[in-house]
Protein backbone atom coordinates (compact mmCIF):
# COMPACT_ATOMS: atom_id res chain seq x y z
CA UNK A 1 0.00 0.00 0.00
CA UNK A 2 1.69 3.38 -0.85
CA UNK A 3 1.84 5.60 2.18
CA UNK A 4 -0.47 8.05 0.65
CA UNK A 5 -3.19 5.18 0.68
CA UNK A 6 -2.01 4.56 4.22
CA UNK A 7 -2.32 8.11 5.24
CA UNK A 8 -5.92 8.38 4.16
CA UNK A 9 -6.56 4.97 5.36
CA UNK A 10 -6.05 6.02 8.91
CA UNK A 11 -7.79 9.57 8.33
CA UNK A 12 -11.15 7.48 7.17
CA UNK A 13 -10.75 4.71 9.94
CA UNK A 14 -10.77 7.53 12.73
CA UNK A 15 -13.85 9.23 11.18
CA UNK A 16 -15.39 5.94 10.94
CA UNK A 17 -15.15 5.06 14.32
CA UNK A 18 -16.27 8.71 15.27
CA UNK A 19 -18.86 10.22 13.28
CA UNK A 20 -20.32 6.64 12.11
CA UNK A 21 -21.40 6.38 15.46
CA UNK A 22 -25.17 5.54 13.67
CA UNK A 23 -24.37 2.72 12.09
CA UNK A 24 -20.94 0.80 11.46
CA UNK A 25 -22.98 -2.33 8.78
CA UNK A 26 -25.77 -1.87 6.65
CA UNK A 27 -27.41 -4.80 4.99
CA UNK A 28 -25.56 -4.18 1.72
CA UNK A 29 -22.07 -3.74 3.43
CA UNK A 30 -22.84 -6.79 5.68
CA UNK A 31 -23.88 -9.24 2.24
CA UNK A 32 -20.20 -7.37 0.64
CA UNK A 33 -18.15 -8.97 3.97
CA UNK A 34 -19.81 -12.44 3.39
CA UNK A 35 -18.88 -12.25 0.18
CA UNK A 36 -15.31 -10.99 0.71
CA UNK A 37 -13.67 -9.33 3.52
CA UNK A 38 -11.40 -7.08 1.76
CA UNK A 39 -14.19 -5.69 -0.59
CA UNK A 40 -16.30 -4.85 3.13
CA UNK A 41 -12.61 -3.09 4.22
CA UNK A 42 -12.13 -1.23 0.34
CA UNK A 43 -15.82 0.10 0.51
CA UNK A 44 -15.57 1.49 4.09
CA UNK A 45 -12.32 3.17 3.52
CA UNK A 46 -11.48 3.42 -0.12
CA UNK A 47 -14.96 3.44 -1.56
CA UNK A 48 -12.90 5.78 -4.30
CA UNK A 49 -11.28 2.46 -5.77
CA UNK A 50 -14.92 1.05 -6.82
CA UNK A 51 -15.39 0.30 -10.17
CA UNK A 52 -18.22 2.65 -12.38
CA UNK A 53 -21.43 1.45 -12.03
CA UNK A 54 -22.12 0.51 -15.67
CA UNK A 55 -26.01 1.89 -17.23
CA UNK A 56 -26.64 -1.60 -17.18
CA UNK A 57 -26.09 -2.06 -13.59
CA UNK A 58 -27.91 1.06 -12.88
CA UNK A 59 -30.96 -0.08 -15.39
CA UNK A 60 -30.94 -3.33 -12.97
CA UNK A 61 -31.21 -1.04 -9.40
CA UNK A 62 -33.55 1.15 -11.03
CA UNK A 63 -35.97 -1.60 -12.03
CA UNK A 64 -35.85 -3.11 -8.85
CA UNK A 65 -36.47 0.12 -7.06
CA UNK A 66 -40.04 0.32 -9.53
CA UNK A 67 -40.52 -3.21 -8.68
CA UNK A 68 -40.51 -2.01 -4.90
CA UNK A 69 -42.98 0.80 -5.19
CA UNK A 70 -45.46 -1.31 -7.13
CA UNK A 71 -45.67 -3.90 -4.55
CA UNK A 72 -46.07 -1.07 -2.19
CA UNK A 73 -49.98 -1.28 -3.26
CA UNK A 74 -50.48 -4.91 -1.79
CA UNK A 75 -50.65 -3.19 1.09
CA UNK A 76 -51.94 -0.03 0.31
CA UNK A 77 -52.93 3.25 2.82
CA UNK A 78 -49.27 2.92 4.35
CA UNK A 79 -46.91 5.72 5.61
CA UNK A 80 -43.57 5.91 3.86
CA UNK A 81 -41.01 6.25 6.85
CA UNK A 82 -38.22 7.83 4.46
CA UNK A 83 -37.23 11.09 5.78
CA UNK A 84 -37.12 14.13 3.58
CA UNK A 85 -33.08 13.87 3.39
CA UNK A 86 -32.95 10.40 2.07
CA UNK A 87 -29.22 9.54 3.32
CA UNK A 88 -30.35 10.57 6.96
CA UNK A 89 -30.68 6.82 8.35
CA UNK A 90 -31.24 8.21 12.12
CA UNK A 91 -34.22 9.87 11.22
CA UNK A 92 -35.35 6.92 8.96
CA UNK A 93 -35.21 4.97 12.38
CA UNK A 94 -36.57 7.71 14.47
CA UNK A 95 -39.61 7.97 12.14
CA UNK A 96 -40.12 4.52 12.19
CA UNK A 97 -40.29 4.59 15.37
CA UNK A 98 -42.87 7.44 15.97
CA UNK A 99 -45.11 5.53 13.29
CA UNK A 100 -45.13 2.36 15.48
CA UNK A 101 -45.95 3.92 18.08
CA UNK A 102 -48.69 6.53 16.95
CA UNK A 103 -50.16 3.21 15.57
CA UNK A 104 -49.69 2.99 12.17
CA UNK A 105 -50.32 -0.15 10.60
CA UNK A 106 -48.59 -0.29 7.29
CA UNK A 107 -45.15 1.40 6.91
CA UNK A 108 -42.85 1.53 3.74
CA UNK A 109 -39.07 2.02 4.05
CA UNK A 110 -39.35 0.71 7.89
CA UNK A 111 -35.73 1.57 9.48
CA UNK A 112 -34.38 -0.42 12.37
CA UNK A 113 -31.13 -0.01 14.19
CA UNK A 114 -29.39 -2.23 16.43
CA UNK A 115 -25.74 -2.46 17.91
CA UNK A 116 -25.23 -0.04 15.18
CA UNK A 117 -26.09 -2.77 11.75
CA UNK A 118 -28.81 -1.11 10.06
CA UNK A 119 -31.60 -2.40 8.06
CA UNK A 120 -34.03 -0.72 5.99
CA UNK A 121 -37.20 -3.20 5.29
CA UNK A 122 -39.45 -2.69 2.44
CA UNK A 123 -43.00 -2.96 3.85
CA UNK A 124 -43.74 -3.78 7.72
CA UNK A 125 -47.76 -4.33 8.21
CA UNK A 126 -49.50 -4.78 11.35
CA UNK A 127 -52.06 -7.76 11.72
CA UNK A 128 -54.88 -8.68 14.47
CA UNK A 129 -52.02 -7.51 16.92
CA UNK A 130 -48.77 -9.16 15.04
CA UNK A 131 -46.49 -7.91 12.83
CA UNK A 132 -45.16 -9.34 9.48
CA UNK A 133 -41.88 -7.97 7.17
CA UNK A 134 -41.98 -8.13 3.77
CA UNK A 135 -38.59 -7.76 1.33
CA UNK A 136 -39.60 -7.27 -2.54
CA UNK A 137 -37.37 -8.41 -5.06
CA UNK A 138 -37.56 -8.16 -8.61
CA UNK A 139 -36.02 -11.73 -9.26
CA UNK A 140 -38.15 -14.81 -9.93
CA UNK A 141 -36.53 -17.03 -7.66
CA UNK A 142 -35.88 -16.93 -4.05
CA UNK A 143 -31.46 -17.34 -3.77
CA UNK A 144 -29.48 -17.55 -0.70
CA UNK A 145 -28.16 -14.35 -0.53
CA UNK A 146 -32.03 -13.00 -0.40
CA UNK A 147 -32.34 -15.45 2.85
CA UNK A 148 -29.04 -13.94 4.12
CA UNK A 149 -30.40 -10.58 3.39
CA UNK A 150 -33.72 -11.51 5.17
CA UNK A 151 -32.11 -13.38 7.90
CA UNK A 152 -29.86 -9.86 8.75
CA UNK A 153 -33.07 -7.64 8.57
CA UNK A 154 -35.04 -10.42 10.89
CA UNK A 155 -32.16 -10.01 13.36
CA UNK A 156 -32.07 -6.05 13.43
CA UNK A 157 -36.06 -5.55 13.80
CA UNK A 158 -35.97 -8.31 16.24
CA UNK A 159 -33.07 -6.83 18.29
CA UNK A 160 -34.62 -3.41 18.24
CA UNK A 161 -37.69 -4.66 20.20
CA UNK A 162 -40.39 -5.63 17.46
CA UNK A 163 -41.35 -9.34 17.23
CA UNK A 164 -42.16 -10.44 14.12
CA UNK A 165 -45.02 -13.33 13.27
CA UNK A 166 -43.66 -14.04 9.71
CA UNK A 167 -40.46 -12.85 7.27
CA UNK A 168 -41.89 -13.21 3.59
CA UNK A 169 -39.98 -12.63 0.29
CA UNK A 170 -42.25 -10.80 -2.10
CA UNK A 171 -41.15 -12.04 -5.61
CA UNK A 172 -42.35 -11.87 -9.43
CA UNK A 173 -44.04 -14.86 -10.32
CA UNK A 174 -42.83 -15.84 -13.50
CA UNK A 175 -45.92 -17.72 -14.41
CA UNK A 176 -48.30 -14.87 -14.59
CA UNK A 177 -49.73 -14.12 -17.85
CA UNK A 178 -51.59 -10.36 -18.20
CA UNK A 179 -54.73 -10.23 -19.29
CA UNK A 180 -56.37 -6.49 -19.06
CA UNK A 181 -54.78 -3.99 -16.45
CA UNK A 182 -52.36 -5.89 -13.73
CA UNK A 183 -53.05 -8.21 -10.91
CA UNK A 184 -50.82 -7.44 -8.26
CA UNK A 185 -51.76 -10.70 -6.24
CA UNK A 186 -51.31 -12.58 -9.52
CA UNK A 187 -48.32 -10.92 -10.51
CA UNK A 188 -46.36 -11.04 -7.00
CA UNK A 189 -45.94 -14.18 -5.17
CA UNK A 190 -44.76 -13.40 -1.13
CA UNK A 191 -42.68 -17.11 0.08
CA UNK A 192 -42.60 -16.75 3.79
CA UNK A 193 -38.87 -17.56 4.88
CA UNK A 194 -38.97 -17.78 8.56
CA UNK A 195 -37.66 -20.85 9.39
CA UNK A 196 -34.75 -20.34 7.50
CA UNK A 197 -34.16 -16.72 9.23
CA UNK A 198 -34.49 -18.05 12.41
CA UNK A 199 -31.87 -20.85 11.55
CA UNK A 200 -29.52 -18.08 10.32
CA UNK A 201 -29.41 -16.28 13.47
CA UNK A 202 -26.49 -17.74 15.15
CA UNK A 203 -24.44 -17.15 11.94
CA UNK A 204 -25.87 -13.38 11.37
CA UNK A 205 -24.84 -12.49 14.75
CA UNK A 206 -20.98 -14.38 14.38
CA UNK A 207 -20.71 -12.69 10.56
CA UNK A 208 -21.94 -9.51 12.49
CA UNK A 209 -19.10 -9.44 14.93
CA UNK A 210 -16.44 -11.02 12.39
CA UNK A 211 -17.22 -7.97 9.97
CA UNK A 212 -17.21 -5.21 12.63
CA UNK A 213 -13.35 -6.23 13.33
CA UNK A 214 -12.76 -6.39 9.91
CA UNK A 215 -14.12 -2.76 10.23
CA UNK A 216 -12.17 -1.98 13.12
CA UNK A 217 -8.67 -3.68 11.96
CA UNK A 218 -6.36 -1.02 10.50
CA UNK A 219 -4.80 -3.41 7.86
CA UNK A 220 -6.27 -4.34 4.76
CA UNK A 221 -7.47 -7.97 4.75
CA UNK A 222 -4.98 -9.95 2.92
CA UNK A 223 -7.40 -11.75 0.43
CA UNK A 224 -6.46 -13.46 -3.13
CA UNK A 225 -8.22 -13.35 -5.89
CA UNK A 226 -10.41 -16.08 -6.35
CA UNK A 227 -14.21 -17.64 -7.84
CA UNK A 228 -15.68 -15.63 -4.30
CA UNK A 229 -14.83 -12.24 -7.11
CA UNK A 230 -17.58 -13.69 -8.99
CA UNK A 231 -19.74 -15.23 -6.30
CA UNK A 232 -22.28 -14.40 -5.69
CA UNK A 233 -22.27 -10.78 -7.08
CA UNK A 234 -19.25 -9.70 -9.67
CA UNK A 235 -17.08 -7.48 -6.87
CA UNK A 236 -17.06 -4.26 -7.83
CA UNK A 237 -13.27 -4.19 -6.80
CA UNK A 238 -11.80 -6.00 -9.50
CA UNK A 239 -10.65 -3.05 -11.21
CA UNK A 240 -8.51 -2.97 -8.26
CA UNK A 241 -7.62 -6.39 -7.09
CA UNK A 242 -7.56 -7.91 -10.79
CA UNK A 243 -5.54 -4.90 -12.39
CA UNK A 244 -2.10 -7.22 -12.46
CA UNK A 245 -3.70 -10.02 -13.79
CA UNK A 246 -1.46 -10.13 -17.46
CA UNK A 247 -2.86 -9.95 -20.53
CA UNK A 248 -3.53 -13.68 -22.21
CA UNK A 249 -4.28 -14.65 -18.37
CA UNK A 250 -5.26 -18.67 -17.57
CA UNK A 251 -8.72 -17.66 -16.93
CA UNK A 252 -9.67 -16.48 -20.61
CA UNK A 253 -9.16 -20.83 -20.84
CA UNK A 254 -11.83 -22.91 -20.69
CA UNK A 255 -12.72 -26.61 -20.16
CA UNK A 256 -11.41 -26.08 -16.86
CA UNK A 257 -12.88 -25.72 -13.21
CA UNK A 258 -12.23 -22.33 -11.85
CA UNK A 259 -10.99 -23.46 -8.79
CA UNK A 260 -7.84 -25.27 -10.15
CA UNK A 261 -7.55 -21.89 -12.69
CA UNK A 262 -6.87 -19.75 -9.23
CA UNK A 263 -4.51 -22.65 -8.15
CA UNK A 264 -2.78 -22.60 -11.00
CA UNK A 265 -2.61 -18.67 -11.29
CA UNK A 266 -1.70 -18.96 -7.29
CA UNK A 267 1.56 -21.46 -8.18
CA UNK A 268 2.77 -19.09 -10.56
CA UNK A 269 1.43 -20.19 -13.97
CA UNK A 270 -0.09 -16.81 -14.59
CA UNK A 271 -0.70 -16.53 -18.43
CA UNK A 272 -1.89 -19.45 -21.36
CA UNK A 273 2.24 -18.95 -22.92
CA UNK A 274 3.21 -20.72 -19.65
CA UNK A 275 1.01 -24.33 -20.25
CA UNK A 276 3.82 -26.96 -21.46
CA UNK A 277 2.65 -28.18 -24.77
CA UNK A 278 1.72 -31.59 -22.86
CA UNK A 279 -0.68 -31.24 -20.93
CA UNK A 280 -4.20 -32.81 -20.13
CA UNK A 281 -6.21 -29.92 -21.24
CA UNK A 282 -9.06 -30.67 -23.71
CA UNK A 283 -8.98 -29.54 -27.19
CA UNK A 284 -11.08 -26.48 -27.06
CA UNK A 285 -8.36 -25.02 -24.32
CA UNK A 286 -5.11 -26.31 -26.81
CA UNK A 287 -6.97 -24.25 -29.66
CA UNK A 288 -6.65 -21.40 -27.43
CA UNK A 289 -3.04 -22.16 -25.72
CA UNK A 290 -1.98 -22.75 -29.54
CA UNK A 291 -3.46 -19.29 -30.96
CA UNK A 292 -1.99 -17.13 -27.90
CA UNK A 293 1.14 -19.16 -28.42
CA UNK A 294 1.37 -18.20 -32.55
CA UNK A 295 -0.87 -15.09 -32.30
CA UNK A 296 -2.75 -15.79 -34.71
CA UNK A 297 -5.67 -17.97 -36.18
CA UNK A 298 -6.25 -21.44 -36.12
CA UNK A 299 -8.32 -22.40 -39.03
CA UNK A 300 -9.87 -25.71 -40.17
CA UNK A 301 -10.52 -24.78 -43.52
CA UNK A 302 -12.37 -28.04 -44.52
CA UNK A 303 -14.72 -27.56 -41.05
CA UNK A 304 -15.20 -24.04 -42.83
CA UNK A 305 -15.99 -25.18 -46.10
CA UNK A 306 -18.74 -28.10 -44.61
CA UNK A 307 -20.82 -25.05 -42.64
CA UNK A 308 -20.77 -22.78 -45.98
CA UNK A 309 -21.99 -25.79 -47.72
CA UNK A 310 -25.23 -25.38 -45.78
CA UNK A 311 -25.82 -21.70 -46.24
CA UNK A 312 -27.55 -20.59 -49.48
CA UNK A 313 -27.77 -17.94 -51.54
CA UNK A 314 -29.81 -15.41 -51.23
CA UNK A 315 -28.55 -15.02 -47.68
CA UNK A 316 -30.50 -12.86 -45.22
CA UNK A 317 -28.34 -12.00 -42.22
CA UNK A 318 -31.00 -11.59 -39.76
CA UNK A 319 -30.77 -9.83 -36.04
CA UNK A 320 -33.65 -8.47 -33.28
CA UNK A 321 -33.65 -6.74 -30.19
CA UNK A 322 -35.72 -7.46 -27.65
CA UNK A 323 -36.51 -6.13 -23.82
CA UNK A 324 -37.98 -7.67 -21.33
CA UNK A 325 -40.16 -5.70 -18.86
CA UNK A 326 -40.28 -7.21 -15.34
CA UNK A 327 -43.91 -6.22 -15.42
CA UNK A 328 -45.37 -7.12 -18.35
CA UNK A 329 -46.86 -4.54 -20.31
CA UNK A 330 -49.22 -6.31 -22.44
CA UNK A 331 -51.70 -8.73 -22.59
CA UNK A 332 -50.68 -12.37 -23.21
CA UNK A 333 -47.09 -11.72 -21.78
CA UNK A 334 -45.09 -13.21 -18.93
CA UNK A 335 -42.98 -11.36 -16.68
CA UNK A 336 -39.30 -11.13 -18.42
CA UNK A 337 -40.29 -12.12 -21.54
CA UNK A 338 -38.28 -11.07 -24.64
CA UNK A 339 -40.43 -8.62 -26.45
CA UNK A 340 -39.10 -8.04 -29.96
CA UNK A 341 -39.19 -4.18 -30.83
CA UNK A 342 -36.98 -4.27 -33.41
CA UNK A 343 -35.09 -6.19 -36.24
CA UNK A 344 -32.07 -5.50 -39.11
CA UNK A 345 -31.81 -7.52 -42.18
CA UNK A 346 -29.52 -7.45 -44.84
CA UNK A 347 -29.94 -9.36 -47.54
CA UNK A 348 -27.28 -10.51 -50.35
CA UNK A 349 -29.13 -12.63 -53.40
CA UNK A 350 -25.62 -14.16 -54.86
CA UNK A 351 -22.04 -14.11 -53.51
CA UNK A 352 -21.21 -11.60 -55.95
CA UNK A 353 -24.66 -9.17 -55.76
CA UNK A 354 -24.48 -5.81 -53.36
CA UNK A 355 -25.77 -5.52 -50.33
CA UNK A 356 -29.82 -4.26 -49.53
CA UNK A 357 -30.91 -3.65 -46.26
CA UNK A 358 -34.39 -3.98 -44.30
CA UNK A 359 -35.14 -2.67 -40.82
CA UNK A 360 -38.17 -2.98 -37.99
CA UNK A 361 -38.36 -0.18 -35.32
CA UNK A 362 -41.82 -0.32 -33.28
CA UNK A 363 -43.58 2.58 -32.62
CA UNK A 364 -43.45 3.52 -28.68
CA UNK A 365 -46.49 3.05 -27.14
CA UNK A 366 -47.54 -0.03 -28.44
CA UNK A 367 -47.52 -3.37 -28.63
CA UNK A 368 -44.41 -3.77 -30.97
CA UNK A 369 -45.04 -7.80 -31.89
CA UNK A 370 -47.73 -8.30 -34.11
CA UNK A 371 -45.98 -4.86 -36.47
CA UNK A 372 -42.90 -6.61 -36.07
CA UNK A 373 -43.64 -10.18 -37.03
CA UNK A 374 -45.83 -9.10 -39.76
CA UNK A 375 -42.96 -7.29 -41.52
CA UNK A 376 -40.30 -9.73 -40.78
CA UNK A 377 -42.68 -12.39 -42.70
CA UNK A 378 -42.64 -9.81 -45.52
CA UNK A 379 -38.99 -8.90 -45.66
CA UNK A 380 -38.39 -12.87 -45.11
CA UNK A 381 -40.59 -13.99 -47.80
CA UNK A 382 -38.44 -14.91 -51.10
CA UNK A 383 -36.25 -18.10 -50.44
CA UNK A 384 -32.91 -18.41 -49.42
CA UNK A 385 -30.91 -18.64 -45.91
CA UNK A 386 -31.39 -16.89 -43.04
CA UNK A 387 -27.91 -16.79 -40.80
CA UNK A 388 -28.62 -15.36 -37.42
CA UNK A 389 -25.84 -14.95 -34.85
CA UNK A 390 -26.14 -17.01 -31.67
CA UNK A 391 -29.48 -18.70 -32.61
CA UNK A 392 -31.67 -18.96 -29.14
CA UNK A 393 -32.51 -15.82 -28.74
CA UNK A 394 -34.04 -15.10 -32.33
CA UNK A 395 -35.44 -18.66 -32.14
CA UNK A 396 -37.23 -18.45 -28.88
CA UNK A 397 -38.77 -15.04 -30.19
CA UNK A 398 -40.01 -16.63 -32.86
CA UNK A 399 -41.31 -19.77 -31.22
CA UNK A 400 -43.18 -17.14 -28.87
CA UNK A 401 -44.83 -15.60 -31.92
CA UNK A 402 -46.31 -18.51 -33.36
CA UNK A 403 -47.90 -19.08 -29.52
CA UNK A 404 -49.45 -15.48 -29.74
CA UNK A 405 -50.25 -15.70 -33.43
CA UNK A 406 -51.07 -18.44 -34.63
CA UNK A 407 -52.36 -17.77 -37.83
CA UNK A 408 -48.78 -16.90 -38.69
CA UNK A 409 -47.48 -20.39 -37.22
CA UNK A 410 -46.56 -21.89 -40.04
CA UNK A 411 -45.02 -19.00 -41.80
CA UNK A 412 -42.57 -18.46 -38.76
CA UNK A 413 -41.88 -22.11 -38.83
CA UNK A 414 -40.82 -21.86 -42.40
CA UNK A 415 -38.54 -18.93 -41.59
CA UNK A 416 -37.22 -21.13 -38.66
CA UNK A 417 -36.34 -24.12 -40.72
CA UNK A 418 -34.55 -21.43 -42.51
CA UNK A 419 -32.20 -20.17 -40.17
CA UNK A 420 -28.33 -21.54 -39.46
CA UNK A 421 -26.07 -20.06 -36.85
CA UNK A 422 -23.29 -18.00 -38.25
CA UNK A 423 -21.66 -18.85 -34.17
CA UNK A 424 -21.43 -22.28 -34.88
CA UNK A 425 -17.81 -22.39 -36.88
CA UNK A 426 -16.00 -19.95 -34.32
CA UNK A 427 -18.08 -21.75 -31.00
CA UNK A 428 -16.60 -24.96 -32.80
CA UNK A 429 -13.47 -23.55 -32.98
CA UNK A 430 -13.04 -23.69 -36.82
CA UNK A 431 -11.69 -20.27 -36.84
CA UNK A 432 -10.47 -19.35 -33.53
CA UNK A 433 -8.71 -16.39 -32.98
CA UNK A 434 -6.51 -15.72 -30.46
CA UNK A 435 -8.14 -12.45 -29.34
CA UNK A 436 -11.51 -13.85 -29.41
CA UNK A 437 -10.52 -14.96 -25.68
CA UNK A 438 -12.89 -17.68 -25.57
CA UNK A 439 -15.94 -15.14 -25.76
CA UNK A 440 -17.90 -15.08 -28.90
CA UNK A 441 -19.95 -12.51 -28.73
CA UNK A 442 -19.75 -10.95 -32.02
CA UNK A 443 -17.77 -7.63 -29.80
CA UNK A 444 -14.98 -9.91 -29.33
CA UNK A 445 -15.14 -11.59 -32.87
CA UNK A 446 -14.85 -7.80 -34.71
CA UNK A 447 -12.09 -6.39 -34.32
CA UNK A 448 -9.98 -9.60 -34.94
CA UNK A 449 -11.91 -10.30 -38.12
CA UNK A 450 -13.35 -7.29 -39.50
CA UNK A 451 -11.19 -4.37 -37.03
CA UNK A 452 -12.54 -1.85 -39.71
CA UNK A 453 -15.70 -2.10 -38.11
CA UNK A 454 -16.10 -1.17 -34.58
CA UNK A 455 -19.69 0.05 -32.25
CA UNK A 456 -17.56 2.41 -29.89
CA UNK A 457 -18.71 5.28 -31.82
CA UNK A 458 -22.18 4.62 -31.55
CA UNK A 459 -24.61 5.92 -29.08
CA UNK A 460 -25.44 2.62 -28.07
CA UNK A 461 -23.15 -0.30 -28.53
CA UNK A 462 -24.49 -3.28 -26.80
CA UNK A 463 -28.09 -5.53 -26.59
CA UNK A 464 -28.83 -4.59 -22.91
CA UNK A 465 -28.10 -0.19 -23.80
CA UNK A 466 -30.59 -1.17 -27.04
CA UNK A 467 -32.98 -2.63 -24.42
CA UNK A 468 -33.14 0.29 -21.79
CA UNK A 469 -33.11 2.95 -24.48
CA UNK A 470 -36.28 1.23 -26.14
CA UNK A 471 -37.93 0.90 -22.47
CA UNK A 472 -37.46 4.36 -21.85
CA UNK A 473 -38.62 5.81 -25.22
CA UNK A 474 -42.06 4.96 -23.92
CA UNK A 475 -41.31 7.31 -20.88
CA UNK A 476 -39.94 9.79 -23.06
CA UNK A 477 -41.88 12.80 -24.24
CA UNK A 478 -39.03 15.15 -25.76
CA UNK A 479 -39.49 14.93 -29.18
CA UNK A 480 -35.95 15.88 -30.14
CA UNK A 481 -34.48 12.84 -27.78
CA UNK A 482 -36.94 10.61 -29.33
CA UNK A 483 -35.68 10.71 -32.72
CA UNK A 484 -32.52 11.29 -31.39
CA UNK A 485 -32.79 7.34 -30.04
CA UNK A 486 -34.51 5.52 -32.32
CA UNK A 487 -31.34 6.81 -34.93
CA UNK A 488 -29.22 5.44 -32.13
CA UNK A 489 -31.46 2.03 -32.66
CA UNK A 490 -31.74 1.92 -36.05
CA UNK A 491 -27.68 2.37 -36.60
CA UNK A 492 -26.77 0.06 -33.83
CA UNK A 493 -28.98 -3.00 -35.09
CA UNK A 494 -28.03 -2.92 -38.57
CA UNK A 495 -24.51 -2.38 -37.98
CA UNK A 496 -25.10 -5.76 -36.12
CA UNK A 497 -26.05 -7.19 -38.94
CA UNK A 498 -23.27 -5.58 -41.29
CA UNK A 499 -20.86 -7.29 -38.76
CA UNK A 500 -22.38 -10.80 -40.03
CA UNK A 501 -22.07 -10.18 -43.34
CA UNK A 502 -18.63 -8.87 -42.87
CA UNK A 503 -17.62 -12.08 -40.83
CA UNK A 504 -19.37 -14.15 -43.26
CA UNK A 505 -17.00 -12.74 -45.97
CA UNK A 506 -14.03 -14.09 -43.89
CA UNK A 507 -15.42 -17.54 -43.39
CA UNK A 508 -15.42 -17.43 -47.47
CA UNK A 509 -12.21 -16.58 -48.06
CA UNK A 510 -10.75 -18.66 -45.71
CA UNK A 511 -12.85 -21.33 -47.21
CA UNK A 512 -11.17 -20.18 -51.29
S1 LIG B 1 -12.06 -8.31 -6.40
FE1 LIG B 1 -12.09 -10.26 -5.31
S2 LIG B 1 -10.47 -10.15 -3.82
FE2 LIG B 1 -10.84 -8.08 -4.51
S3 LIG B 1 -12.26 -7.25 -3.04
FE3 LIG B 1 -13.46 -8.08 -4.68
S4 LIG B 1 -13.97 -10.15 -4.09
FE4 LIG B 1 -12.29 -9.46 -2.78
Redo the contacts with the bound molecule.
Sequence with gaps: MKWIDKYKKSIFHKLILTVLEKHILSKSTFLRGL??S??LY?YKYFIQKRDAVSKEQQAVFNRGNRVGVLAQKLFPGGVDATPAKRSNNLAAVENTKKLIESGVEVIYEAAFQHNQVLAILDILVKKEDKWYAYEVKSSTKVSPTYLMDASLQYWVISNSGVSLADFSLIIINNQYVRNGSVDLNGLFSAKSVLKETINNQSFIEENITRSKSVIDTPAEPD????E??FSPYS?D??G???KSVPANSIFEITGVKKSELFNLYNAGYKTALQIPEKNELDKNANIHIQAIKKNEAVIDKAAITAFLEKIKYPVFFMDFETFMPAVPLYDKTKPYQHIPFQYSLHYKKTKTSGLEHFEFLAEQHTDPRRAFIEALLKHTESEGTILVYDILMERNVLNGLKKDFPEYASEIELRIDRMVDLVQPFQSRSYYHPSMKNSFSMKNLLPALVPELNYSDLNIGSGSMAMIAYENLNKETDMFKILETRESLLEYCKLDTLAMVKVFEVLESVSK
Excluded at 223 to 226: E, P, Q, S
Aim: a positive charge; proline letters at 0%.
Design positions: QCKSLVKIGHCCFMTCW
